[in-house]
């Protein structure tokens, strides 16, 4: 059985279905025209935020086959560049607050609901899934009990999550994060520093809990596969209940 911290990204997607024919395509809409139908709505509104949102001056652009299921939002002056193939469901948030902000999401990353945040940097590695989680690089205010004075300094540093990474639901990554490939973000997480490759974190604040399951193996995680804390195992628990 393989690991896949022992593989490359290339591999851990090599089963991809390659590019379908023309008819091929037609055959499914013929016989699936509902989600014809849904997919081609969203690849007209993938067209028309390309096209309206840098006449409404904001520095956006997307690759080939942008798709928009639900609503996007991008406001502030800073860029932001999304891939081929990347597409969204429910509203996505990307907002920025600075000229010099950089918002960066790889292709065929899958969004739903999420927010970005960005005064700095957020980049969004390929092949990933983002769910609705919250994506800050600043804290907006300083943590010192001065907060309310313009010279407390406000921490801003840049995010960045790596190729293949699952952000669950609920989940916040805070400025300074970095997630290493193939990774999962549990739901509710709260990230604020760095997390190695291949691995499952969970928590508040969140913790390295176990390596992901091997391909090919079961999905299932037992509690033997923690690495750190009860709060891992009392998750595994309450997701089996």
């Known amino acids: ?21 023309i008819g091929t395509l ?16 969203a690849l007209t509104k993938g067209y028309w935020y390309r096209a309206i949102l840098p006449i409404l001056g904001h520095r956006f652009r997307a690759g080939a086959r942008f798709r928009v299921f639900g609503r996007l939002s991008v406001r502030g002056p800073g860029e932001v560049v999304f891939g081929d193939n990347v597409a969204t469901w429910h509203r996505v948030n990307a907002w920025t607050y600075s000229a010099d902000a950089k918002l960066v999401v790889g292709d065929n990353v899958m969004m739903s ?21 919250s994506i800050y690089d600043t804290d907006f205010h300083s943590t010192r009990a001065d907060r309310r004075s313009s010279s407390a300094p406000v921490r ?20 300074g994060t970095t997630i290493g ?3 999962v973000v549990g739901a509710g997480s709260v990230c604020m520093r760095g997390f190695p ?45």
């Open 1 to 21: 059985m393989l690991n896949l911290s022992e593989q490359t990204l290339e591999a851990s997607v090599a089963r991809t279905p390659p590019a379908r024919s």
């Open 26 to 41: 037609l055959g499914s809409a013929l016989r699936e025209p509902g989600r014809a139908l849904s997919y081609g709505l």
């Open 113 to 133: 609901g999420t927010r970005f945040a960005c005064a700095r940097e957020i980049r969004v590695g390929r092949y990933s899934i983002l769910a609705d989680a």
């Open 156 to 175: 801003a540093a840049p995010v960045d999550i790596g190729d293949n990474v699952w952000v669950a639901a609920g989940a916040i990554l805070l400025p």
């Open 197 to 241: 490759a291949n691995k499952v974190i969970l928590g508040n604040p969140a913790k390295v809990a176990m390596p992901i399951p091997s391909i090919g193996g079961s999905a299932l995680v037992n509690a033997t596969d923690v690495i750190d804390g009860a709060i891992a195992v009392e998750m595994i628990g309450a997701t089996r209940t």
């Open 181 to 183: 490939e193939n990774s």
